[in-house]
């Protein structure tokens, strides 16, 4: 048993059906205790299930996992005393204050009622949220709301953490706040299972990744070694003049490799393996005479990891911001 | 959310990574919260929606009191002879079928709920299973007390005056309250069952409409037809309706509340185990 205490989580061949769909169809996860693992995957990969069945929430139709050294069928109460969870719809009630949900939450979780109130005001200070903890959290902005849904899953610290794409319809100033949280909850010991549809995101949290699709992993590993499989990004050049695109478009195929020709009639891009790579491709453009009006090095996008380790691109709804998206299950 | 230049926001909101930290490192894990604690607590969540939104008790109040008149002024000469004399009939009667209309409520409150993201925050906690559901109960029954109360006191008001006085009133109205905490299981279930509250209230209404209108409490079953009048007679709601008139005046069968009490209990003991086994499927 000893080898199950240093893992917070192992799962395998987990599966689960809703009816002929197989949401899940054998997933593996093993994470080690005081990790952030992230686990990568469109909407309807299979993520939210995952969380869900680990969580206690959804009975796995085969497979096992333990969390925390606990089987997740046959100590359910166990583990439900030592994880939290953050659901993609925020767990929180909105019909109450920020200040009533900890209060409520730290009641449920047996904290003594005095301790409760006080809890409750420690962490509406740290999370930034004092000023707005007696108004009704319906009233909240999405990054208010995430951040006290966070907070609520913390009023006991739990060791095992759920969150079920935090930043998903944040905007950035809202997600770094977030990641910030996480970046703090695993500074303080706790692990965390992260589910998200954004490599940046998994790459600037997470020790490990899983990427998940159609039910199953597909790849896993430190964001590095993913990285480093996919390429580390796509150059986008736009030109001042698109009748320079074509001479632009032979030197970056001479430099870097297959150019993309964008459906601006003024951009293309190209991907590449590292960003030294892409200054020199860059400088070198604009010595030939090529008048250059931006350029960016992203990181590859979901869609680009897939392409990448499955030929086919991920099926990302067309509003992936929407986070009353979830294709992966029927309404309860 | 008020609009705030963005410097301002960003020096109130941020997230404090100190603070956090020391939140986090703050915590002893309490012991698990007891049965009683866990319902108690999700009791005083339903009071707290009240108390938010108090709007919510027009339902238990203004439907009462529309009841109350109604029916006293509109049959209470033709049924009865006059308003007085019916009163005296179907005070009682409209206490019993106000209540139990108001547990329907209790369904379309639950499947409401479940749309939404904390109740899976709720079954993730380390609690008595059903502590969500007979605590939400709990919370409901103050709402039965209010219409109830609130249907006594026009009573008296109009002239209601029963022999066993304030007390009898009381004791009717705590039984009244037990039978619909345990009718509203069959609403919570069905509240887990069907697709959308309209649905709920729907199905629910279908239910209590006819089963209340079919028993004592708006006339006497001696001049229905003998089909009808068996049916009135077996339906446990004219069992409720007799042992409250019967306490109200002071001259309740023992019987009766017997076998109220085991309705409510047989219900609870159903459809609560029923009511909790859904709420936690996934």
């Not at chain 1, 469109?42 to 333990?66: E, H």
């Not at chain 1, 909850?185 to 790459?203: K, P, R, S, V």
């Not at chain 2, 069959?186 to 309209?198: D, I």
């Not at chain 2, 001049?223 to 309740?252: C, H, Q, W, Y």
Request: charged share 20%; net charge negative; glycine share 10%.
């Amino acid at each position: 048993m000893s080898d199950h205490t240093s893992l917070a989580i192992e799962a395998s061949e987990l599966v689960k059906s809703f009816g002929d769909t197989r949401a899940v169809d054998g997933v593996d996860l093993s994470v080690r205790r005081g990790a952030v693992y992230g686990v990568l995957g469109p909407n309807g990969a299979g993520k939210t299930t995952t969380i869900r069945m680990l969580a206690t929430l959804t009975r796995p139709d085969g497979g096992s996992a333990r969390v925390l050294g606990h089987d997740i069928l046959a100590e359910g109460d166990a583990v439900r005393r030592l994880v939290s969870l953050t659901g993609q719809l925020a767990s929180v009630d909105e019909d109450l204050t920020g200040r009533e949900n900890l209060v409520l939450l730290g009641r449920l979780l047996g904290v003594p009622r005095l301790a409760a109130k006080q809890r409750a005001s420690e962490l509406l200070e740290a999370f930034g949220l004092d000023e707005a903890a007696g108004r009704l959290v319906k009233h909240y902005s999405g990054g208010m709301r995430r951040r006290l849904d966070i907070a609520a899953s913390i009023v006991v610290t739990p060791e095992l953490m759920f969150l079920d794409e935090p930043t998903t319809g944040l905007d950035p100033r809202s997600r770094n706040q977030v990641w910030d949280i996480i970046r703090a909850l695993q500074a303080g010991g706790t692990t965390i299972l992260l589910c998200t549809q954004y490599l940046e995101e998994a790459d600037q949290l997470a020790d490990g990744i899983a990427v998940i699709d159609k039910g199953a992993v597909i790849a896993e590993g430190t964001p590095a070694q993913l990285k480093a499989s996919v390429g580390s990004g796509n150059l986008h050049v736009r030109l001042v003049d698109p009748e320079q695109r074509p001479e632009a478009a032979q030197a970056l195929d001479l430099a870097l490799g297959s150019v993309t020709l964008e459906a601006d009639p003024a951009a293309l891009s190209v991907s590449c393996s590292d960003a030294d790579q892409a200054a020199t491709a860059v400088a070198e453009l604009s010595r030939s005479g090529v008048q250059i009006a931006g350029f960016a090095l992203g990181q590859p996008s979901l869609d680009e990891v897939f392409l990448a380790l499955t030929g086919h691109p991920a099926q990302v709804p067309s509003d992936p911001t929407d986070p009353t998206l979830d294709a992966e299950e029927p309404a309860a | 959310m008020s609009h705030l230049p963005n410097t301002q926001v960003d020096r109130g909101s941020r997230a404090d990574e100190a603070a956090i930290r020391a939140a986090i490192s703050s915590t002893p894990r309490p012991p698990q919260a007891g049965p009683l604690s866990a319902a108690l607590t999700f009791a005083w969540r339903g009071m707290l929606k009240v108390k938010h939104v108090p709007e919510q008790l027009l339902d238990v109040t203004i439907t009462p009191v529309m009841f109350v008149l109604m029916f006293t002024y509109l049959f209470g000469g033709a049924v009865a002879g006059s308003t007085a004399a019916y009163l005296d009939y179907i005070l009682p009667g409209i206490l019993v079928m106000s209540v139990l209309f108001t547990t329907v409520y209790s369904g379309v409150a639950l499947n409401t709920d479940l749309t939404k993201g904390v109740v899976d925050r709720f079954r993730s906690l380390p609690i008595w299973r059903p502590s969500p559901l007979v605590g939400s109960l709990l919370g409901d029954s103050v709402r039965y007390l209010v219409a109830g109360t609130v249907i006594i006191v026009l009573g008296v008001i109009l002239g209601y005056r029963p022999e066993a006085g304030p007390l009898g009133m009381v004791a009717a109205l705590g039984l009244v309250v037990v039978f619909s905490f345990g009718l509203s299981w069959v609403f919570t279930t069905l509240g887990l069952v069907m697709r959308s509250p309209n649905a709920v209230m729907n199905a629910g209404f279908m239910a209590i409409f006819p089963l209340t209108f079919l028993s004592n409490v708006f006339v006497d079953p001696e001049t229905l037809p003998s089909a009808l009048k068996a049916f009135v007679d077996v339906n446990p709601i004219s069992t409720l309706a007799d042992a409250s008139r019967g306490l109200m005046e002071g001259n309740v069968q023992g019987g009766d509340i017997v076998v109220v009490l085991a309705v409510a209990a047989a219900l609870t003991a159903i459809f609560l185990p029923l009511t909790t086994r859904l709420y936690r499927r996934g």
